[in-house]
């Protein structure tokens, strides 16, 4: 009874096993993966994301963090997940960093032409 | 026993055959994502500036709805979801970059523009006061000018004025001159100073013994005289012939006359215009002392030239 119980379990967890792995499209080790995202994470970093969007950085950071973590424990499909979503909280970062940057420069010359402007019609 | 062990197992097995269904799995993160899509979809903006990020969007769209369809693990889904939700976000960034950069691109070439503007009205500004400074300048020299012409008016004037002063002076000096001369003159000539004026006399002596004619002494008194006249023009005489009581009075009357007459000829000879010279023959009458004695009666016989003053007029007796 003990032995059947056992032998069925075994069996029971295999087709688990085989019809996840069926229904999911598991992908070899992702070490270019994790990479990319970290090359995105430091990219962002450098661009001034902690700077202008902290919250995605830090996010970033964190995943790119756990998709290390589950590299290691060879859960494969949930680094290359956390990979993506880490160089996606990465890039989003270096984005708001650099339509800040933008939108200050014109802020700055806005002023600039408002000043410009007052000094002309003062002149006139 | 048994059986409520192999319960959570077959639920297992029931829970995984559900999953493979042909009914697309769906997540609220998927649902976030597939809105998101959407309305980026929809954006003029997005579709101006952010092409590829919109199109690198749809493609995590498409393999999350593909993760969706074919019943992959909810992780994977929602993680595949939330990386399309983030390209969005990014998408949506990246329009709002760009659209910053053709603001700055086009306030630099208005800013620029104004700047021109600027230096022109600046450059304007100094050319105007430039101009007026010259005109001040202009101005200044003119006026300038106009005091340095003054000035050599007023110098001219005060020079005029000095000359016409000198000229007085020397007016005055030569009228000085000229009576101080007139005084020694007359003083030579035996004149006397009367009521009716400067009253020279040409004694008897000068005239010959019931003669007219004037001796040499007589004649050089005339041309003395006629000298004082020229000398000062403004002056007439009246000659006024006198005789003693010898005689007829017709006689008397008619020598003095003669006498006058002859020296009239001699101031005329000595050059003195005949309009200047008065004549009268007054005979015996006014004689100057009585004609009872040869000396007395010489004094009788006399020519008295009457000098008028400046006006040129004499007083006849």
């Known amino acids: ?124 | 026993m048994t059986t409520f062990q192999r319960t959570p197992i077959m639920l297992a097995f029931a829970l995984l055959l559900g999953a493979c269904s042909s009914v697309p799995t769906t997540t609220s993160l998927l649902t976030q994502a597939r809105a998101d899509y959407a309305s980026a979809q929809a954006s003029p903006d997005v579709a101006r500036y952010a092409q590829l990020e919109l199109k690198n969007a749809g493609d995590a769209m498409a393999q999350a709805d593909a993760a969706a369809n074919s019943h992959e693990s909810l992780e994977h889904i929602n993680s595949l979801a939330y990386v399309t939700k983030q390209k969005l976000a990014l998408t949506q960034e990246v329009t709002k970059q760009r659209i910053a950069e053709a603001e700055v691109t086009q306030s630099g070439k208005q800013r620029d523009q104004m700047r021109l503007d600027q230096r022109t009205q600046e450059a304007a500004v100094a050319k105007a006061n430039a101009q007026a400074a010259q005109a001040n300048a202009q101005v200044a020299t003119a006026s300038a000018q106009a005091s340095n012409a003054n000035a050599a008016q007023a110098q001219l004037a005060a020079q005029t004025a000095q000359a016409n002063a000198a000229q007085a002076q020397l007016k005055t000096q030569e009228a000085q001159n000229r009576a101080a001369l007139l005084e020694v003159e007359l003083k030579a000539l035996a004149a006397k100073k009367t009521a009716r004026g400067v009253v020279i006399t040409l004694g008897d002596v000068l005239f010959g013994t019931d003669l007219a004619r004037l001796t040499a002494e007589g004649m050089r008194s005339a041309q003395r005289l006629a000298k004082v006249l020229q000398e000062n023009p403004e002056r007439n005489v009246l000659v006024e012939g006198f005789t003693d009581s010898t005689g007829s009075e017709a006689h008397n009357q008619q020598l003095s006359e003669r006498r006058a007459n002859a020296v009239r000829t001699a101031l005329l000879e000595s050059g003195v215009a005949g309009e200047r010279i008065a004549m009268r023959g007054y005979g015996e009458s006014f004689p100057v002392a009585a004609n009872d004695t040869q000396g007395n009666r010489q004094l009788n016989r006399r020519v008295e030239i009457v000098l008028s003053d400046e006006s040129g007029k004499t007083i006849a007796r």
Do not use: H
């Open chain 1, 1 to 124: 009874m003990n032995l059947t119980l056992k032998t069925s379990l075994t069996i029971a967890g295999g087709v688990v096993i085989a019809l996840a792995a069926g229904c999911s499209s598991m992908k070899t080790p992702t070490t270019v993966d994790l990479a990319v995202s970290q090359a995105a994470v430091d990219n962002a970093a450098a661009g001034g994301g902690a700077q202008f969007a902290p919250a995605d950085m830090s996010s970033a950071r964190d995943k790119q963090a756990l998709a290390i973590k589950a590299m290691a424990d060879k859960d494969y499909q949930l680094a290359s997940d956390l990979a993506a979503q880490a160089q996606a909280d990465a890039q989003l970062a270096q984005a708001k960093a650099n339509s800040t940057k933008a939108q200050a420069a014109a802020d700055a010359l806005r002023e600039d032409i408002r000043v410009l402007r007052d000094e002309l019609a003062r002149v006139r």
